[in-house]
């Protein structure tokens, strides 16, 4: 069974960093395209970044870029997002995704471009930056 399990969330201040891991199960890790998306109460899901074994471009949302890295270790089958000078913009539920070419052979840039891919979602982990 996949699993993925996204932990690292918490409180934070204005100007503060994270660093949120996606830890996965169930699957090889030697093909994928994780993702991590995000979603405030009221306001849609967004997707904010992804990393593939495919290739080795990393994708962010125009709102995250400079700000957040993610990356991964494949010997600990996790995927992090370093989460620097955040905003009370950034408070949200975050996601761990994973695209195992199940639905798409897109990768990232389906996850990223159109929302299009995702065959695995974690269950979150809470982001809150106060002002």
Do not use: H
Not at 21 to 43: E, H, L, M, V
Not at 95 to 111: H, I, M, N, P
């Amino acid at each position: 069974e996949v699993q993925l399990q996204a932990s690292g969330g918490g409180l934070v201040q204005v100007g503060g960093s994270l660093r949120l891991s996606c830890t996965a199960s169930g699957f090889a890790f030697d093909d994928y395209a994780i993702a991590w998306f995000r979603q405030a109460p009221g306001k849609g899901r967004e997707a904010v970044s992804c990393i593939s074994s495919r290739d080795s471009k990393l994708y962010y949302a125009d709102s995250v870029k400079g700000r957040f890295t993610i990356s991964s270790d494949s010997g600990k089958k996790t995927v992090y997002l370093q989460m620097n000078s955040l905003y009370p913009d950034d408070t949200a539920r975050y996601y761990c995704a994973a695209d195992l070419g199940r639905t798409s052979q897109f990768g990232c840039e389906g996850v990223m471009t159109w929302n299009y891919g995702i065959d695995y979602w974690g269950k979150g982990t809470q982001v809150t930056v106060s002002s």
